[in-house]
């Protein structure tokens, strides 16, 4: 059986660019004869077909931004959204926001239904079961047809396309050395699996942090909680470790920390300091109010969809681009979950 073929197989067997396959295939009068008739030759040998991740023509510009995310229940991926739907609006271009809700399946679902003449380029955060499976190749078939796309937050070096991503590793760093500078010792960290990007980044800037500091790092104290389950199990992590300072990797598991380590009669934060990740609601809410890493998810979607606009505009050609990787620099709000 055949592999599936792409425009850009065809352009790199036969010596060509994307653009010139497309138009070959299209009869355009810009292209020869000759390289039309090699072109459409090579298509009908290899039985080729526009994939249902096809783009919207060039010439046919849709305005409309695709935005695929992997939840909406954390506060950052709404205030993404917010950034994103802000400057594009500015810019003339509607957004249209898709939730794969962690699935791959329903990741690669959303982009086909979108890419198929309804949008010019997509924004997105992978999933959690397409960084599990590492399978990209729904990502690789939209460029490959040329159209943009830029990832943020959760991203994989396995595509080469424009990238927004926070200072992961460095901000963590900084937040347990704040909890370290408190004299707290036992510091433990909630998190997600190690292969969601963004957890494996924090809990490398956890761990050097407490090696620099000359404090053992100890498997024990970290605490993977699933990412598709009911949280469960803290407030006995807590105890049975004699933690007294927590960094968790998102705003729920710093909530829920609280509200297990009071259960079990720890005073936050004389007993138990506690930092999360994302200035959200629940944040500014709970009791007592978290400190929190502020991750400026507005200034990440207004600058991923800047750089997608400017792809869209500039006529998209993978095998023509440069990719850049934009870093937003996070910073700690500090309330009454940590001892100012």
Do not use: W
């Not at 790199?12 to 070959?24: F, Y």
């Not at 096809?54 to 695929?68: C, E, Q």
């Amino acid at each position: 059986m055949r592999r599936k073929i792409t425009l850009k197989h065809i352009a790199r067997e036969l010596d060509v660019s994307i653009s010139t396959v497309s138009k070959a295939l299209k009869g355009s009068s810009e292209i020869s004869e000759d390289t039309k008739d090699k072109v459409q030759a090579f298509a009908k040998l290899y039985n080729y077909k526009p994939n249902n991740i096809a783009v919207s023509l060039k010439n046919k510009r849709t305005k409309n931004i695709g935005v695929i995310i992997p939840d909406i229940v954390h506060h950052f991926f709404t205030t993404v959204f917010r950034g994103i739907e802000h400057y594009a609006n500015q810019r003339g271009y509607n957004v249209i926001v898709c939730v794969s809700d962690e699935s791959f399946d329903r990741e690669v679902v959303n982009m086909e239904m979108l890419a198929n003449g309804s949008i010019d380029g997509f924004i997105m955060a992978l999933a959690g079961e397409t960084q599990l499976k590492k399978d990209f190749r729904h990502l690789r078939e939209v460029m490959d047809q040329g159209m943009p796309l830029v990832l943020f937050d959760r991203v994989t070096d396995e595509i080469a396309c424009d990238k927004v991503v926070l200072n992961d590793e460095q901000i963590s760093y900084e937040a347990t050395m704040s909890l370290i500078n408190e004299g707290r010792k036992r510091i433990a960290l909630l998190t997600t699996d190690s292969f969601f990007s963004v957890s494996n980044a924090r809990e490398q800037g956890y761990k050097r942090a407490l090696r620099e500091s000359n404090i053992t790092v100890d498997e024990n104290h970290i605490l993977r909680l699933p990412y598709n389950k009911e949280i469960d199990g803290v407030g006995s992590f807590l105890k049975k470790n004699n933690i007294n300072a927590v960094l968790t990797v998102n705003e729920i598991f710093g909530v829920h920390c609280l509200s297990a380590a009071q259960g079990i009669g720890l005073n936050i934060p004389t007993d138990l300091s506690v930092i999360g990740f994302t200035d959200g609601i629940l944040s500014k809410y709970s009791v007592p109010k978290l400190t929190t890493v502020a991750q400026h998810g507005d200034k990440m979607g207004a600058l991923a969809a800047k750089l997608l606009i400017e792809k869209i505009e500039n006529d998209f050609n993978e095998e023509d681009e440069v990719f850049t990787t934009e870093v937003i620099q996070a910073t700690i709000i500090r309330r009454k979950s940590t001892i100012n």
